[in-house]
């Protein structure tokens, strides 16, 4: 199996969601896996491995640090309502 991993440039994670019930993703697990190997990662291995620039390296690094379980509405968010 191939992944492909891209950061989204624009995400709104400040506003308020309007849905109130959600579920938790169906390969939580290997997501954790997949995150918790991406957090060994240096900002510089994330950049050159990605291809992007030093903002997009920043915020992803960002993100991949600030992912913690279990997912909840203070914590998380659906990518449908990010956009």
Same mark, same amino acid.
């Given at each position: !199996?191939?992944? $492909?991993?891209?950061?989204?440039?624009?995400?709104?994670?400040?506003?308020?969601?309007?849905?109130?019930? %959600?579920?938790?993703?169906?390969?939580?697990?290997?997501?954790?896996?997949?995150?918790? &190997?991406?957090?060994?990662?240096?900002?510089?291995?994330? !950049?050159?491995? !990605?291809g992007v620039s030093?903002?997009?390296?920043?915020?992803? $690094? &960002?993100? %991949?640090?600030?992912?913690?379980?279990?997912?909840?509405?203070?914590?998380?968010?659906?990518?449908?309502?990010?956009?």
């Amino acid at each position: !199996m191939i992944t $492909v991993i891209s950061p989204a440039k624009k995400l709104n994670f400040d506003a308020t969601s309007p849905i109130k019930a %959600f579920s938790q993703c169906q390969f939580l697990e290997n997501s954790k896996i997949l995150v918790n &190997q991406a957090k060994d990662y240096s900002f510089d291995e994330i !950049m050159n491995l !990605m291809g992007v620039s030093q903002n997009i390296a920043n915020l992803t $690094v &960002q993100r %991949f640090n600030d992912w913690n379980l279990p997912f909840t509405k203070q914590n998380a968010k659906g990518g449908c309502t990010c956009v």
